[in-house]
């Protein structure tokens, strides 16, 4: 293995993102223990690494600001004159591709995906994107395999909360409402990333916690507030009063949280919260940004949405997020049943779709499988070649029900051009072909399917 003394780790784009490369810089850390490391972030997500302990020092750099070109060029020569002995890019941005080898920096590690860009990494690790059963903060550590540091799945990360925002946030709590039965903060917005829960749902949510004493804490960037106007007592509205590491500490002042896919809920996921996780989008898999920690619930039916995964929703794909189907994931979530490899299967079974093409004959042990998967709670629908319009409703019915897998009778020739048409010409997820010989659990299943996908990379 070789020995680093001085590491710069970057992740220059989203707070979300730098969020879960945490668990890479923490396996960096504990291998090398005695190095100092840098980080390089984005002027958004640089309170991330000025939060975490192993960082003792962050560089900012953002490509959208005005003369980035010449800040960009002053970034280089500053950091070549750091001597960097290594340089860890998660992010696998052109700019951020070339910096470490325009710094000059010896030992330059990164994701090797990009054939343009691989020639300037000294170690690289070509990332299996198509498989979205891995989770994001797996990424990183599958880089660091590069440069023969094994791989680990991902571990609790820490922050440096300090004792006065954490003084802070409990005082302001308990001078809002002193003895509740519980406190949840409840986050608002995505910051532009995703969407957030509808307003509808958020209103009936509050109502409902009135009459069970809860404290409810309404979070979110500046901007546009819909609740403004919100004046209950059980209510805090913080919407844009606090910055980053206040955040941190009023979520871990409260009991649960919720929230869509975005930053702040990867922060709650970090301490170790009870999650209600919200992902409405198509394109982002709970298998691959949902919470690590447990416990959590997830409110997803991406399939009501008549859209692809990159086309515009309108609120009618997301009427199925009402009051009581929050509520009812608030009760589930307190009330927790499942082990911990339940928990990876949950986010398993809510990224995974099959489609199931029916023929005149299919065989009573298919069914059997088909039918035992679905009541472990695996989504499969049929779909009928014959009745549906040809394999160009079954490109539409992929679309639609987000699916990854497909099963029936399909040749080897046809499915190739359905992976054609999903991958290359509507750039969606490509379905992959699943006999289902054997695999009677979702465990047996996702197992197969990770192998399978696997074969794309």
């Not at 059963?133 to 680990?152: A, K, M, Y």
């Not at 009778?409 to 969606?428: A, D, K, P, T």
């Amino acid at each position: 293995m070789i020995g680093f003394s001085k590491i710069l780790i970057q992740r220059a784009d989203r707070i979300g993102d730098a969020l879960v490369s945490l668990p890479t810089v923490e396996r960096l850390k504990s291998i090398f223990p005695n190095a100092t490391l840098h980080g390089l972030a984005s002027y958004r997500n640089a309170v991330v690494f000025d939060t975490h302990p192993d960082f003792d020092k962050t560089w900012t750099w953002e490509s959208d600001l005005k003369n980035s070109g010449l800040s960009y060029w002053n970034l280089v020569k500053q950091i070549r004159e750091e001597k960097y002995d290594a340089y860890i890019s998660l992010w696998n941005d052109p700019k951020m591709a070339y910096l470490g080898w325009l710094a000059g920096i010896p030992t330059r590690v990164g994701d090797g995906s990009n054939l343009l860009l691989r020639w300037l990494y000294t170690h690289k690790k070509t990332l299996p994107i198509q498989d979205f059963t891995r989770h994001q903060s797996e990424w990183g550590l599958r880089i660091i395999e590069s440069v023969d540091i094994p791989f680990e799945h991902p571990e609790a990360v820490g922050f440096r909360i300090s004792s006065d925002c954490s003084s802070k946030a409990n005082n302001l709590l308990m001078n809002h409402m002193p003895s509740p039965s519980r406190r949840v903060f409840l986050f608002c917005s995505t910051g532009g990333s995703n969407l957030p829960l509808p307003d509808s749902a958020v209103l009936g949510f509050i109502n409902a916690m009135k009459d069970q004493n809860t404290q409810v804490v309404l979070g979110g960037p500046p901007g546009d507030d819909s609740y403004s106007q919100l004046n209950e007592p059980h209510v805090l509205r913080l919407i844009g009063q606090s910055n980053f590491k206040e955040l941190i500490a009023l979520i871990d002042a409260c009991d649960v949280y919720i929230g869509p896919d975005t930053g702040p809920t990867h922060i709650a996921s970090i301490l170790k919260k009870p999650i209600v996780f919200y992902s409405p989008l198509k394109s982002q898999f709970p298998s691959r940004w949902g919470p690590l920690s447990s416990p959590f619930e997830t409110i997803r039916q991406e399939w009501q949405c008549p859209h692809g995964g990159n086309e515009r929703c309108d609120p009618q794909c997301f009427s199925y997020v009402t009051s009581d189907l929050l509520i009812k994931r608030y009760h589930q979530v307190l009330q927790p049943t499942d082990s911990e490899t339940n928990y990876t299967l949950k986010r398993l079974s809510k990224s995974i779709a099959i489609v199931h093409v029916v023929t005149d004959v299919t065989s009573p042990q298919l069914k059997k499988q088909l039918t035992q998967l679905q009541k472990q709670g695996l989504r499969i629908t049929s779909f009928s070649m014959k009745d549906n319009g040809g394999y160009r409703g079954l490109i539409s019915h992929i679309k639609r029900h987000n699916i990854s897998i497909i099963q029936g009778n399909i040749s080897y020739w046809h499915m190739l051009r359905i992976r054609f048409i999903c991958g290359v010409i509507h750039q969606y997820i490509k379905p992959k072909y699943y006999s289902f010989r054997g695999a009677e659990t979702l465990e047996e299943l996702f197992t197969a399917y990770q192998t399978i996908i696997g074969n794309d990379s």
